[in-house]
């Protein structure tokens, strides 16, 4: 593993808001991460390096209720709004679950990220702007 937690963290303070959120990628890219996985009920996120070893990051905060009831409409409304700077990560993880996304995977080789419902199903994927 050639990335520490610490290492992710250090990255993840630099970002402010959703607008910041290239910089981010390019950052843990260089460290070594091919790929992540965040699960929005405790943000506990799963990062993989290009050997798929994995470490994880444990409970980020205290558990959300992920709703059932998936508001694709509502969710890609609220995404927006983050990914131009209006809300803060905390507000997006709870926006997630009230419209029913349990998670996403994020694949920094093909740039894509993909959002999944609480059945596992992929409900968008998204390019990862550079």
């Known amino acids: ?18 607008a ?3 910089e ?6 260089n460290l070594g991460v091919s790929k992540y996985t965040v699960y ?6 799963q990062y993989f390096d290009a050997d798929h070893q994995s470490i994880i990051s444990g ?5 959300l209720s992920v709703t059932e009831d998936l508001n694709l409409e509502q969710f890609k409304t609220r ?9 803060d990560y905390p507000t997006f993880c709870s926006d997630c679950a009230d419209s029913g996304v349990n998670g996403w995977k994020m694949d920094l ?11 596992g ?10």
């Open 1 to 18: 593993m050639k990335f520490t937690i610490e290492q992710i963290k250090a990255e993840h303070q630099k970002v402010k808001s959703g």
């Open 20 to 22: 910041d959120f290239p």
């Open 24 to 29: 981010y990628i390019q950052g843990i890219k």
């Open 40 to 45: 929005v009920a405790d943000g506990n996120t």
């Open 59 to 63: 409970k980020k905060y205290d558990n």
């Open 79 to 87: 995404l927006k709004l983050h990914q131009q700077g209006g809300t």
């Open 109 to 119: 080789n093909a740039m894509t990220c993909t959002y999944f419902d609480t059945k």
């Open 121 to 130: 199903n992929d409900i968008l994927v998204e390019q990862i702007p550079g």
